[in-house]
């Protein structure tokens, strides 16, 4: 009897070792389900961010087809407003959705600028050919505009995705407020005619993580026939 109620008393906890291998696997457990939910979360917040891109390039479209123009870029002193001066011409190329100017819904900043998922604002670039031609009077024989989309850096060759692109709107992604050291995001952000688009990647010096949305010249045109702005 001395005996088994010993065995019983040992047998009630577990030992040192037994916890520390229980609380090991725990962790392991724990942190092979952190990296899946915060994957998971990001990309809700991509797919809302590609919703909301499609909803703004809409609202522009909708603005041009009500106006027969394109509105101008904001800057982050208009609150949101379009920015453009008495003489109907553009005052910024690359700015930000003019949220304000075409009643969009959404989360702004203190500068009333439209907020993406990671909380930094949408951009928006209008190219100002011809004195700003496609902010002033499109024209079935306007201008071809000078931007264009292409899968890295420089646009050389065969990158070029689409040309004659006439507006871009844009998230810099989850990476949005940081400092990036990758050409195909820079060239997003350098203030030229050239725009990129590709896979995505968090490799570091090369992450890309940009959503891009466009319009180019025949795509616009065929909205404002439509609309009847144009014959």
């Excluded at 939910?37 to 603005?63: F, V």
Aim: glycine content about 6%.
């Amino acid at each position: 009897m001395t005996r088994c109620t010993t065995s019983l008393q040992q047998n009630k906890g577990f030992s040192l070792i037994e916890m520390a291998v229980v609380l090991v696997i725990l962790a392991f457990i724990i942190g092979s389900l952190v990296v899946p939910i915060s994957t998971i979360r990001d990309t809700q917040k991509r797919d809302e961010a590609e919703q909301e891109n499609q909803e703004i390039t809409e609202a522009i479209l909708g603005y041009a087809m009500a106006n027969g123009y394109l509105p101008c870029p904001a800057s982050a002193a208009t609150n949101g407003n379009e920015n453009r001066n008495g003489s109907n011409d553009c005052l910024t190329e690359h700015g930000f959705v003019p949220a304000l100017t075409l009643g969009l819904r959404g989360m702004r900043d203190d500068q009333g600028r439209l907020l993406d998922p990671w909380n930094q604002p949408y951009r928006y670039s209008l190219t100002n050919i011809n004195n700003w031609e496609y902010a002033k009077n499109i024209q079935l024989n306007s201008t071809s505009p000078d931007y264009q989309i292409c899968d890295q850096a420089g646009c050389a060759g065969t990158s070029v995705l689409a040309s004659q692109v006439v507006f871009v709107v844009f998230s810099l992604g989850n990476d949005g407020a940081q400092t990036t050291t990758s050409p195909d995001q820079l060239e997003n952000t350098d203030n030229d005619n050239d725009f990129v688009t590709r896979e995505l990647t968090d490799a570091t010096g090369t992450e890309f993580n940009d959503l891009i949305h466009w319009v180019s010249t025949h795509e616009l045109v065929v909205q404002l026939v439509r609309a009847g702005q144009l014959n």
